[in-house]
């Protein structure tokens, strides 16, 4: 990523400024701009490569996974896609643990952006780069939880739409049983609120028989979308009693990967396809 792409023209750093700055050696610097391209992106002969606060951020990020336990190889290319997303500004804020300045950056851009583009364009791919560094060694379980739980109160914060009635087609949002994560499902009543549409949050481990409880309190249910994670939280069992109650189930998650539930029970694949599924204007 260069200046140019960034906005950053200046100031511009030269490589024993940036060395000093991060507590990195020249020659580790100069070789991870040869090798990865972590750094300036363009040199001329006889020139010195100088460094903007951009390629700074994005060597300090690499050294920080490197500290963490990944290689120099996998912590630069994790750096390189943090640098060209718009998750770079949260990632520097968790890794730092820095939870008040990380949530901030997701409730602006979910006030700029809503919820489905902040969800797809940072969060998932925050969340993707974490995973990808623990799959090469990297310890950043703590980052993982921080990101998780400033992400949760940002998007619990989005408000309900003003037209919540008792006589409003609900969606009733709920992770199987024996499955703790939640923040998709978070995602989800989120863009439903700010789309316009009810949505009840029952949230983790939720029994099917609770399930059919709720439904009993509510006037109107437009569907029942299960969350699974892993496939052994997947419910069949309780996904099959709530079809039978009459009841739209639809169910959402890698958990239910290759799980045959039958012609009546929908799957939603992405947020946005979520949304528009559950809509008032969609047949459910």
Do not use: K
Not at 45 to 51: A, D, F, Q, S, T
Not at 123 to 148: I, N, Y
Not at 174 to 193: N, Y
Not at 235 to 240: F, H
């Amino acid at each position: 990523m260069t200046a140019d792409q960034l906005g950053e023209d200046l100031p511009l750093y030269p490589v024993g400024v940036v060395a000093d700055r991060i507590g990195v050696p020249t020659a580790t610097l100069r070789s991870w701009n040869q090798r990865y391209g972590i750094g300036p992106a363009g040199h001329d002969p006889g020139r010195h490569r100088l460094y903007t606060e951009a390629d700074i951020a994005a060597v300090r990020r690499m050294q920080q996974m490197i500290d963490q336990g990944a290689s120099a190889r996998s912590a630069a290319r994790a750096a390189m896609t943090f640098h060209l997303t718009d998750s770079s500004a949260l990632l520097a804020a968790v890794f730092a643990l820095d939870g008040p300045t990380a949530g901030l950056v997701v409730e602006q851009s979910l006030r700029e952006r809503g919820v489905i583009d902040t969800w797809d364009s940072m969060l998932r791919p925050a969340f993707g780069a974490l995973s990808a560094l623990q799959a090469e060694g990297a310890d950043c379980l703590d980052v993982e939880h921080l990101l998780s739980r400033v992400s949760t109160r940002a998007l619990q914060r989005i408000p309900a739409p003003s037209t919540w009635s008792d006589s409003a087609d609900v969606t009733i949002l709920a992770c199987c049983d024996g499955e703790a994560h939640t923040l998709a499902l978070e995602a989800l009543a989120a863009a439903l609120g700010q789309s316009g549409c009810a949505a009840v949050m029952l949230g983790a481990s939720v029994p099917a028989a609770a399930i059919t409880t709720a439904l009993a309190r509510l006037p109107a249910v437009r569907a029942v979308v299960l969350w699974s994670h892993r496939p052994s939280t997947a419910d069949v069992t309780g996904v099959r009693t709530l079809a039978a109650a009459g009841v739209v189930v639809m169910v959402a998650g890698p958990g239910w990967d290759g799980v045959r539930l039958g012609r009546r029970v929908g799957r939603l694949a992405t947020l946005s396809a979520a949304v528009e599924r559950l809509s008032p204007t969609q047949s459910a």
